[in-house]
Every structure is written in structure tokens, then in C-alpha cells.
């Protein structure tokens, strides 16, 4: 043990020496040359480039010199994306937390966290530390993350799609959910008349404005029914089977909807319009009934069947998932919807989809989705709302979008032979709105559509749709209990 202590020590010795006498040696070495074509570059980029300015007065000491070092680390681009993930991720989990235990799904409190983290209350309340966190030059790299994320989530909401729960109730499916999404988009059509001159962006047509918010009154959020369900033990249930499989039409449709939406938005004339969808379609084609029944093949059915999928077939995943998002984009329509089918035709044998739900979920809801929550709270400014008028067209538009939903849900369901109980459950579940909505919002407001005022409004809209969804079902279902009550009294 000496002796492997004595050698350790004379190595450090003797290569510090050599370190030490290098450094001193080359301390007397004459300085570099440079060719004139070399100078004269340098000298363009010198007036090109103007020099730093040096600071008044320089540290007097080698605590000042520390603390100086530690401001101007603090000030790059990657540690402020240190602090924006710490303070997100952690408001994230804590509103999330405390709205689950009042009994709402925790996407709401983490909607709700992302609009705490805003101008509309940290903004507010302290200026400074606002723009500290949240400088606007960090607000590309924000962006460009916190669409990633969502790429990922919509991947995993693709493969929460199942085909065939679809085709076993094909006839209730469609009926119900294309009715979900056609009363509650000409109610917003209609609503989008009165609007449009004080609240559209300035620039948009009406046709843009007025399909768009048809599609925000529309929107059902697949993956937080699901969830509702699940915690609430219906999954299994006629009533949660029905809903599972009206709410994944509804996402087709919406979805399918929406994408043609952007294409007109997007494009200067009808001609362009038609070319931007008759791409989408032969992307479409080409995933469904090209790519589709290739990917068994490609992955390899001992690689579909084994516990864990290996770094080469996550790799061969992500790049499909990469590849149809930039399509998409490439196209004209977002890459979400690239993200959204490609998730929908990977291979379900052997439970392969779950297998990739858990590792692709767990990474993006727990760090990619909350900088979406906060970037679009940093885009809501709820002072907007400052006067009775702002707020009474609020709740104008919350009431349109629930009666629209609900309405239109319970009153078809209930045509189709579902009872009333059973069909105002259907349609409160379906009102649910979530991340889905916040996601189409944001690409109304990229597009130009959606000013700053109405988009905090329908911000506002999808928070109260979905937090009510809870509260409505415990209503509807206290409301079968009393009512089957006295028929329980009467039988021997």
C-alpha cells in the first residue's frame, strides 16, 4: 500500500514538473504570424463584430472576481434553461399534487401551474423575477422543446388507439362522436360571427377564425377521459367502453379536421389549399397501407416479443416518429399530426405498444409537457379580461362549448338507445377538453388566428370544461342512485 502511495506520488510529481516547465518555456516563444489574406479577414471581422465593451470598473478583489464569475455564468443560455426546467417541473408536480387531491386529474393543475408561471400571476406579481426566469430570449429554445414534448404525447395518445374497440362499435362510435363534433363546431361557427370583428387577430380572414374556433369547441381529450375512467374504475363498464371508443373517433375526426383547418389557414389561394390536402392524403395512404404492415418486419418479431425493447428498435421508433412529424410540416399542416400517425399504425403484438407507452410517456409528461403548460401560460394574459364585457364573452364562450359537447353527446346518445343517466355521463366525459385543446390553441395563435384576448378566453374555457367533468359525473351518477331508490323500496 506504501509503495503504490510513494509511486502514485512521484508520477503527480514528475508530470506537474513537466506541465510547470513547458508552460515556463513557452511563456518566452515568440507569437504567432499571420498571412495577409489571414489579416485581412481578421480586421473584416473586426469591423463587422464590434468589441465587447468592457465593464466600468474592474473586481477589486477575488471575492468581487468570484461573484462577477458567477453572474456572468448564471446569465448563459444553458443555465437559464436549468432554472426555466427546475421551476417548471417543480410547480408542475406541486399544483398538479394539490388538484388531485381536491379530486381533479393532475393535467389540470399542471395547466393551471403553467398559467401561475405567466404573466398572469408571477408576472404580475413580481416583474423581476419574471423576466429573471423567463427572459424573452429563452423563449425560441422554450418553444422548440416544449413541441417536442408534445410530438412525443401525441405519439403516445396514436398508440392508445385501438382500431378494433372502434369497429365492435362502429355504429355508436361515429354516430355519438360525430355528433359531439358537429353541433358543438356550428354552435362556434355561429358564436365566431359576433367575435370575429373585436376579437380575431388583425389580418385574419373570417373563414380561418371561424373554422378555428368551430374545432375549439370541438375537441375531446382522449387521454385524460382515459384516465378519468381509469381512476373512477369505469374502464370496464359499458359506459366506459363506449366512451373510450367515441372519444377516439372524436380524436380522428377532430384531428383530421383541424389538419385541414391549417391547410386553408396556411395557404394564399384554393389551389394551394387542394395541393397542401392532397399531400396529406398521399402521406396518409402511404403510412396506412405502405409503411404499416412493413414495421413487423422491420422491427422483427422477436424483437416485438421480447420484455424490453433494445436501443436499436427505440432508435428505429423515434426516427418514424421524427421522420412523419417532419413530414407533416414539411406539408403544411403541424407535425403533431405526423407524431399522432405514427403512433396509430405501430404494431400492437405482444403488447409492443404498451412496452413503448410506458418509456415514451414517462419521459415527456414528466419533462417535456410541463414546458408546453408553461409556455403557453407564458402566451395567456388573464389581465386581458379587465373589464365585465371580456368576462361576460368568457362565459359566453364556456356555455357554448359545454351545451354544444354535452348537449349534443347526451341527446344523440340518448337516440341511440342509451338511458338519460348513462348519456349525461357520456356527454360530461366527452366535454372534457385538456391538453388536446391547449395544443390546437397554440397552433391558432402561431397561425395568426387567435388574438391574445380570445386566446386566454378559450384558455379559460378548457380548464373549466375539464375541471367540471369530475363534479358533473358524481352528479349524474348521485342523480341514478335517487332515482332508483324507491324502486328498490317497492320490491320484496
Known amino acids: ?15 506537474g514538473s ?11 516563444l515568440p507569437g504567432p504570424t499571420h498571412s495577409e489574406a489571414t489579416l485581412a479577414a481578421e480586421a473584416a471581422r473586426t469591423v463587422a463584430t464590434p468589441a465587447p465593451v468592457a465593464p ?30 427546475l421551476v417548471i417541473i417543480a410547480a408542475s408536480r406541486v399544483v398538479g399534487g394539490i388538484f388531485t387531491r381536491f379530486g381533479q386529474p393532475a393535467v389540470v393543475g399542471e395547466m393551471v401551474a403553467g398559467i401561475l408561471l405567466g404573466p398572469s400571476l408571477l408576472g404580475w406579481v413580481s416583474p423581476e423575477m419574471f ?28 398508440m392508445e388507439l385501438d382500431v378494433r374497440q372502434v369497429r365492435n362499435k362502429a355504429h355508436t362510435a361515429v354516430v355519438v362522436s360525430h355528433a359531439s363534433i358537429v353541433a358543438p ?10 367575435l370575429y370583428s373585436s376579437l380575431a387577430q388583425p389580418g385574419t380572414n373570417f373563414t380561418a377564425f371561424a373554422l378555428f374556433i368551430g374545432i375549439s369547441m370541438s375537441i375531446t381529450a382522449f387521454p385524460v377521459l382515459a384516465r378519468i375512467l381509469q381512476e373512477r374504475g369505469m374502464t370496464q363498464t359499458y359506459l366506459g367502453n363506449t366512451a373510450v371508443t367515441c372519444a377516439a373517433v372524436d380524436d380522428v375526426t377532430a384531428w383530421s379536421a383541424l389538419a385541414f383547418v391549417v391547410a386553408v389557414a396556411k395557404s394564399t389561394s384554393v389551389t394551394g389549399s387542394a395541393m397542401n390536402l392532397a399531400l396529406v392524403l398521399i402521406f396518409i395512404v402511404a403510412m396506412i397501407w405502405v409503411l404499416r404492415p412493413m414495421l413487423p418486419r422491420i422491427f422483427g418479431r422477436e424483437e416485438l416479443a421480447r420484455p424490453e425493447p433494445s436501443k436499436r428498435t427505440l432508435a428505429l421508433v423515434i426516427c418514424t416518429v421524427l421522420a412523419a412529424a417532419m413530414c407533416t410540416e414539411v406539408v403544411g399542416i403541424h407535425a403533431l399530426f405526423g407524431s399522432f400517425l405514427a ?61 354544444g359537447k354535452l348537449g349534443g353527446t347526451a341527446l344523440t346518445a340518448r337516440f341511440t338507445g342509451m338511458n338519460w343517466r348513462d348519456s349525461l355521463q357520456l356527454g360530461a366525459l366527452m366535454n372534457t377538453r385538456g391538453l388536446m385543446e391547449l395544443i390546437a390553441l397554440n397552433i391558432g395563435y402561431d397561425l395568426g388566428i387567435l388574438s391574445p384576448r380570445i386566446f386566454a378566453m378559450l384558455v379559460i374555457m378548457a380548464l373549466v370544461t375539464t375541471a367540471m367533468t369530475g363534479p358533473l359525473l358524481t352528479f349524474f351518477q348521485r342523480m341514478k342512485v335517487r332515482e332508483e331508490a324507491p324502486d328498490r323500496l317497492v320490491r320484496p
Open 1 to 15: 500500500m506504501k509503495r503504490t502511495t510513494i509511486f502514485y506520488l512521484l508520477v503527480l510529481l514528475i508530470v
Open 18 to 28: 513537466g506541465i510547470l516547465g513547458v508552460i515556463h518555456l513557452g511563456a518566452h
Open 56 to 85: 466600468a470598473t474592474a473586481p477589486t478583489s477575488a471575492f468581487s472576481a468570484m461573484l462577477a464569475s458567477l453572474g456572468t455564468n448564471l446569465n448563459d443560455p444553458l443555465s437559464h434553461l436549468f432554472i426555466q426546467l
Open 131 to 158: 423576466q429573471f426566469v423567463f427572459p424573452a430570449t429563452s423563449l425560441g429554445t422554450l418553444k422548440l422543446l416544449s413541441q417536442i414534448g408534445v410530438c412525443l404525447f401525441m405519439f403516445t395518445v396514436g
Open 185 to 194: 363546431y356550428f354552435l362556434g361557427v355561429g358564436l365566431a360571427y359576433f
Open 343 to 403: 403512433g396509430a399504425i405501430m404494431p400492437d403484438i405482444a403488447g409492443f405498444r404498451h412496452k413503448l407507452a410506458v418509456r415514451v410517456e414517462n419521459f415527456s409528461t414528466v419533462l417535456l409537457l410541463p414546458l408546453f403548460f408553461a409556455f403557453t401560460g407564458l402566451r395567456t394574459q388573464i389581465g386581458l379580461l379587465n373589464d365585465l364585457n371580456g368576462w361576460l364573452i368568457c362565459l359566453a364562450i364556456v356555455g357554448v362549448a359545454t351545451v
